[in-house]
């Protein structure tokens, strides 16, 4: 008597983990997209990853790092099962002890999510009681199989993988005289046709459940469909020298969608404005809630083009993007809850903003308040926030990095103390404040290109930019020579980062490395000196090599 092929085994274990999962993403669906088990494991993945993991991740698949992740974990998952089926023949407790893991996975991840409820555990115990009847399901019917096609007629004995396994082995010296097992202790078609069938199944489940809640996430997004406020404060013209519109320089505002995207969030959250509220709180705060009518409806509103930045760009990286902002004054919102700076002896020198996604950021409370145009961001470039960059409100602060200041999804604004308390990215090994420091970045011509050749001279050109400061100088050194002045584009306001264009005319043939550094309008000369973004932001000079035809 045969007993299930390898192979097989691993199928059912395959399918099996396919019906599980499918059956989780199913019982999800009234939870919203983070109740996902999957999503919940990679959720936790990125919160336990230790730093030095998460900046290759980030430096290495930059914003794909989230697919990366979540087809990792369909590996694993996938391996897993496969060796569950296997391991499972003969023996059924396996499976059940193999399911009981993954179940047990999910829910932890699930349970442990900041803005997890107890419920929240149901879809992964569904997907593990479905992988293990599964997979019990179809190993019986490859057994039945290889029962029905031994002995048609036999009535049903013990199921064909409780049997001993060693007495069925197809690898023994003595199995070179039998048939192939597939042609007798089994019976191939048969078990083809039910795992096909169970496959399908699965697939049209999971399918079915990830276009369901990609329709109603879709509603939710469908109220994007408001008209912005007129601001009572719109923004200062943008001059026009801002934009040198050269080829291969990034233009002033960044195209939206080439707009980088930072975030921890597996599953862009869906927040339907209608139910969202704002709650600010916390020490030294008559505590108020918004609604998101209210603050469209507000006679404060700005409009402001800010230079927004993440402290984990490289030294010439992209992690960095100009927009033009419209939303309410964020120390409007504070004085009208009772909030005084440190300065003016308010017991509150941290805001920690929190999201519907759970993300803590802290933000000094006398930064925010000190004049600069802090805001709760309702729009971005003439729309309403998308939702990868924070519908239906995010903050915005100029001259702090993104981790420090620009909470996505906000729901909550809490102040407290640095003291005491820890934002997300703090005992993840970053500074609990974050100014945005002095760069600058070369972005024409690319490194390593081949350029000139007609001896009419090289165009380099970037941007520089030091946040609520202001550049007041950009020079570019050739090899090891002087540094000399690039001429600056006009600037927009001294929360933008400003272009910057140097025509290198003596250009000589050869191998020539280019270097830039910014001066701020405090006087301050952008360091050499190179250091990581952790934990407070990347310093040096971005340099490029490029050879002169
Ligand atoms: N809710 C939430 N907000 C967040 C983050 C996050 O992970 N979750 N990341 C922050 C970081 S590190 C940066 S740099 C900015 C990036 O904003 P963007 O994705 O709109 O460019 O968002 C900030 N706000
Ligand atoms: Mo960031």
Known sequence: MK???????????????GAGLAAAEAAAVPFGPAASPVQAVGAATIDLAPRPLKEFAVATFGTADKLVLLVGIGVVLAVFAAALGIAARGRRWVAGAGAGVLALVGAVAAFTRPDAGPLDILPALVGGTVAYVALVMLMNAAGAGARAADAPGVPEGPAAEDRDPEESTSEGAGATTEEPAEGRGFDRRRFVLIAGAAAAA??????????YSRT?????????????????????????????????LESFFTPPGEFYRIDTALSVPRIDAASWRLRVHGAGVEEREYTFAQLLERDDIIERDVTLACVSNQV???????????????????????????????????????????????TPVETVMDGRDAMLALGMNGRPLSPEHGFPVRMVVPGLYGYVSACKWITEIELTTFDAFDAYWVPRGWSAEGPIKLQSRIDTPRDGASVGGDGAGVTVAGVAWAQHVGVDGVQ??????????????????????????????????????????????????????????????????????????
């Open 316 to 362: 010439g990286g992209g992690y960095i993007g100009n927009a033009r902002w419209i939303g309410v004054p964020l120390a409007e919102i504070l004085r009208e809850a009772g909030v005084r700076p440190p300065s003016e002896g308010g017991p509150a020198d941290q805001l920690v903003s929190r999201s519907d996604d759970g993300m803590t950021i802290g």
């Open 3 to 17: 007993r299930t092929p390898r192979w097989a085994a691993a199928v059912c274990g395959l399918v099996a983990g």
């Open 216 to 248: 109603s996430a879709g509603s939710a997004a469908e109220s994007r469909n408001f008209a912005l406020p007129k601001p009572a404060s719109p923004a200062p013209p943008v001059p026009d020298g801002a934009d040198l519109e050269i080829e291969g």
């Open 476 to 549: 570019v050194r050739i090899d090891g020579g002087e540094w000399r002045d690039a001429r600056l584009a006009e600037e927009a306001t001294e929360d933008t980062w400003r272009q910057w264009v140097f025509d290198w005319e003596d250009a000589e043939p050869g191998e020539h490395t280019v270097s830039v550094r910014a001066v701020g309008r405090d006087g301050e000369v952008q360091t050499a000196d190179e250091a990581p973004p952790a934990p407070d932001g990347a310093t040096g000079h971005h340099m490029i090599t490029v050879s002169v035809g």
């Open 202 to 211: 699965a697939a049209a489940v999971g399918t079915g459940a990830g276009l």
